[in-house]
């Protein structure tokens, strides 16, 4: 198969959850058909050469598929696709073009995308400050069936988010392929898990990772943080790490100064992925309590480290954690204040979970994920040769 793969959407060295999934998935194909042709689409020469040597990091053995990569000049959702991005890849003949984000200019190939998630369309209001066309976009039934319309086939994280799409846009089950995203394997006593705490950080933290927007429902982890006695508090700071929003990041500034948490609480902001093994290491208690996730990422990036974990009993959070968290009611911080009394005083109880945890992790993996699309990939690539 000649498969056209855009990359576009890792668009900087501080990777985001789709960029992770974009490389980690890339360099299991790459690896996993030597008999196919790739050809790679970036934006930049900067991206390119960063995205392939991470590539070539992650997995380091030889790639023996016959690949390409090509710079475009101008990002996926930019006007310039429609009239430009055929010109530039027709030569290479694809037989297929998949995305790891939505399409916003359709090529005249075969095509399948990937939506993670239906959040901005299932909670409008949490997006009141990003951009007018993300809006316009990302929040209106009627538009997102027309960006999708042209796929021959859709690929999301979890049967979860596999339903919404059903549900909400009246996608045909048969059409959408669940294709859950991976975590890499950790070995807990040798140098991957002995890595030192990140400066300035004393092991025992309690972390959480993730972009302040509201359904992430950082709000809710600090108040229940600030119903900690102040012992505990004292000896279990809360680390709030990722990229920052200034609207969203400015309201939890605001909250840790109103509860008087300024020492206790940080606002650690974009975390390198090289350092973020280390981080999810030395916490005492990984929180994700999200309203909603299409999968739900770095729950299994704790459990990968051992780190006990506490998340949210709904949307797509309880299948991907399985046994081996405690579920909350991200909507009752007594519920979520009650949980993090019971994970940091109950020894047993969160030695458990440390157990559990890499089990669970274990059992999604890059090559899996990568092994799901491949099969999703086929499968549309015959469909449309008949």
């Known amino acids: 198969m000649r498969l056209l793969l855009d990359l576009r959407w890792v668009r900087s060295e501080i990777l985001d959850g789709i960029a992770r999934v974009s490389l980690s998935v890339t360099a299991e194909l790459l690896h ?30 030889e790639i023996l598929a016959d690949y390409q990569a090509l710079v475009t000049g101008f990002g996926p959702t930019s006007p310039m696709n429609r009239a430009l991005l055929w010109k530039q890849v027709k030569g290479f003949r694809p037989e297929l073009y998949y995305s790891f984000y939505y399409i916003f200019h359709p090529l005249p ?47 999301t994280v979890s049967k979860n988010s596999r339903q919404d799409l059903v ?21 807990l006593d040798g140098p991957a898990g002995k890595v030192a705490p990140l400066n300035g950080l004393p092991p025992g933290y309690i972390l959480s990772v993730g972009r302040p927007d509201p359904h992430k429902n950082f709000h809710g982890l600090i108040e229940a943080y600030a119903d900690l ?27 840790v100064r109103a509860l008087g948490l300024e020492r206790q609480v940080r606002l650690l902001g974009p975390v390198d992925s090289a350092d973020l093994g280390a981080l999810y290491r030395h916490a005492g208690v990984f929180a994700l309590l999200s309203f909603y996730e299409g999968f739900g990422l770095p729950v299994l990036e704790a459990m990968a480290q051992g780190t006990p974990v506490i998340t949210s009993d709904r949307s797509s ?36 979970l440390r157990r559990r945890g890499p089990r669970r992790a274990a059992q999604f993996s890059w090559q899996r994920t990568a092994e799901n699309l491949s099969s999703a990939l086929i499968s549309v690539h015959q469909a449309v040769s008949v």
Request: charged content about 25%; proline content about 11%.
């Open 32 to 61: 996993l058909h030597p008999d196919w042709r790739f050809s790679l689409l970036f934006t930049d020469a900067k991206m390119r050469d960063f995205s392939l040597n991470w590539i070539r990091q992650y997995h380091p053995q």
């Open 109 to 155: 190939i075969p095509q399948v995308c990937t939506v993670h998630d239906l959040i901005p369309l299932l909670y409008p209001d949490y997006f009141s400050q990003a951009s007018l066309s993300f809006r316009m976009t990302m929040t209106r039934a009627q538009v997102l069936r027309m960006l999708l319309r042209p796929m021959d086939a859709v690929v």
């Open 167 to 187: 549900d909400r846009l009246g996608m045909r089950p048969e059409c959408v392929y669940v294709c859950p995203p991976g975590v890499e394997p950790v070995d």
């Open 229 to 255: 006695s102040p012992d505990l508090r004292r000896a279990h700071p809360l680390i709030l790490a990722g990229p920052g929003d200034k609207p969203y990041t400015r309201k939890l500034e605001e909250q």
């Open 317 to 352: 959070l309880p299948e991907v954690a399985g046994d081996a968290a405690l579920l909350v009611n991200p909507e009752r911080p007594m519920e979520i204040a009650w949980a993090l009394n019971r994970m940091l005083k109950m020894s047993s109880f969160s030695d458990s």
